[in-house]
Structure formats: C-alpha cells, structure tokens
C-alpha cells in the first residue's frame, strides 16, 4: 500500500471525464487499496480516482462507519434535497455551500467484480454525490451557492474565542 500524490484545483486531469474499468484483477485491488490510504492519511471522507491522477472510475468513501469502495458507479435514485458545507482534498483551502439529494441509490461493482447497491441518505449520500461528480470532471464549487476561505472561516472562529 502506497499514499499517493493528490491533484489539486487547477490541474487539467480534475475536469475530464474517467474511463469504465473492464479489468478487474490485482492491479485495481492496489489502486483502491492505496486510494484509501491516501484518503485516510489527508483525513478525507471520501476520494475519487482522478484526484490521484488515474482517469478511471473509482471511488472510495469513509464517513466513519467503515470503508466504501466502487467501480464503475452510477447514481440510479434520488429523493429530497439538502444543503450543507462541503470541502474536498483537491480543493484545500476552501468549503462551499452545496445543494445535494438528501436519499441516493447507486449501484457499482466492488474491486471482485460483485455487484453492489447502496441506498444513502444525509452525509454519506452527500459524499457519494461529490465522488461520483470527480469522475466526470466536476468539483463540488461548480455546485457551490457560496464560497468560504478557510482563512475566513479560521478567523472567524479566532474572533470568536477572543470575546
């Protein structure tokens, strides 16, 4: 297992579209694998692919109940809506405000090639839509209602303490 290198905001390979995996084997058993490292050693809740470089579609995602991994993911469902901070390793230095489905169903392949359905709803299906976006070149600030500076909101808390 490998921590990989993360792509940032401005780099090309953050907006283009990830090919479908059609092999299956060892190879992409380590890609996860290290997807998953590099995902926990930046403290991230989820991660996509090209946010390491590699255009395929793969997602990994955590949000504190154990890790999630698919290949090939499609959102077939959703339901509601909800509006809540998001932020995003390739794009460090900023949160935004973000619209999503509240409730998602997708379905993908785990890295043995088993069909997997997933039915989420609040943060975990928020992260499956910010990961799922990352494979067609989308950031979560194209969604964004409003963007904050972590500098804004660090000051923000500063102030706060000092009162």
Do not use: W
Not at 67 to 76: F, M, R
């Amino acid at each position: 297992m490998a921590i990989r290198n993360l792509r940032f905001d401005g780099d090309e390979v953050l907006r283009k579209k990830s090919k479908i995996v059609e092999v299956f084997d060892e190879k992409l058993a380590q890609l996860i694998d290290d997807m998953k490292d590099t995902m926990y050693k930046n403290n991230g809740v989820g991660m996509a692919a090209p946010q390491i470089g590699i255009l395929k579609r793969i997602v990994v995602i955590d949000i504190g109940e154990g890790p999630i991994e698919l290949v090939n993911p499609e959102i077939i469902e959703k339901s509601k809506r909800q509006v809540g901070k998001e932020g995003c390793l390739s794009c460090p230095d900023i949160l935004g405000v973000v619209k999503r489905p509240y409730k998602v169903t997708a379905v993908g392949y785990d890295r043995n090639k088993n069909k997997i359905e997933i039915t989420a709803q609040g943060l975990l299906a928020r992260a499956i839509c910010h990961e799922l976006d990352h494979l067609d070149g989308i950031l979560f600030k194209d969604h964004a209602k409003e963007i904050i500076s972590r500098e804004d909101i660090q000051a923000k808390i500063k102030s706060k303490t000092q009162e």
